[in-house]
Antibody, heavy 119, light 113 residues
Framework: EVQLVESGGGLVQPGGSLRLSCAASGFTFTDYWMSWVRQAPGKGLEWVANIKQDGSATYYVDSVKGRFTISRDNAKNSLYLQMNNLRAEDTAVYYC????????????WGQGTLVTVSS | DIVMTQSPDSLAVSLGERATINCRSSQSVLYSSDNKNYLAWYQQKPGQPPKLLIYWASTRESGVPDRFSGSGSGTDFTLTISSLQAEDVAVYYCQQYYSTPFLFGLGTKLEIK
């Protein structure tokens, strides 16, 4: 059974940092591009970043460039998102999602982890 | 950036009737080298992650009921539910995966009339 399980969310103050993790199982992790997609409360979906199968290429939405870093550990079947200098507008549920191609489609999603940036 | 515009924002349809959701991209998402439209549709029910319904604009994901269909090419796309069922109440999103950033539409909320 394919599973993506996110963890690491929580409450953080503006300017703070948080590291999200996504544990993958039930499929060959190295066959897939992996992405983070977020959803602010009551809002739509926003693609945040993705990373190539071997970790050699990464892409980000402009609003997080220089603050967020996506990475993966293929030996541990895990995806990460290091989030620094967090802002209130980063408050969202963060989903990890897999895709067989560069930008999608995202054929499987985790349940998400909530990040709240507030003082 | 390729901006995705969905219409309508919300839609109420009677059970058994047809529901149609539109999506327009600000630039073509038809890739000439493979003649494929890099456009996907997702369904999101409350409290759940999105679920992939349609990719390449018209290819149904495995396990998705055949009442769901996608059509269109270039910049104009449509998701059609041929006979609405109660379990289809959800928000539907289109997404382009042609170029980064891989933007989604703002969503269409589908309800029962």
């Amino acid at each position: 059974e394919v599973q993506l399980v996110e963890s690491g969310g929580g409450l953080v103050q503006p300017g703070g940092s948080l590291r999200l993790s996504c544990a993958a199982s039930g499929f060959t992790f190295t066959d897939y591009w992996m992405s983070w997609v977020r959803q602010a409360p009551g809002k739509g979906l926003e693609w945040v970043a993705n990373i190539k199968q071997d970790g050699s290429a990464t892409y980000y939405v402009d609003s997080v460039k220089g603050r967020f870093t996506i990475s993966r550990d293929n030996a541990k079947n895990s995806l990460y998102l290091q989030m620094n200098n967090l802002r209130a507008e980063d408050t969202a549920v963060y989903y990890c999602a897999r895709a067989s191609r560069w930008g999608g489609p995202f054929d499987f999603w985790g349940q998400g982890t909530l990040v709240t940036v507030s003082s | 950036d390729i901006v995705m515009t969905q219409s309508p924002d919300s839609l109420a349809v009677s059970l058994g009737e047809r529901a149609t959701i539109n999506c327009r991209s600000s630039q073509s998402v038809l890739y000439s080298s493979d003649n494929k439209n890099y456009l996907a549709w997702y369904q999101q029910k409350p409290g759940q992650p999105p679920k992939l319904l349609i990719y390449w604009a018209s290819t149904r994901e495995s396990g998705v009921p055949d009442r769901f269909s996608g059509s269109g090419s270039g910049t104009d796309f449509t998701l059609t539910i041929s006979s609405l069922q109660a379990e289809d109440v959800a928000v539907y999103y289109c997404q382009q995966y042609y170029s980064t950033p891989f933007l989604f539409g703002l969503g269409t909320k589908l309800e029962i009339k």
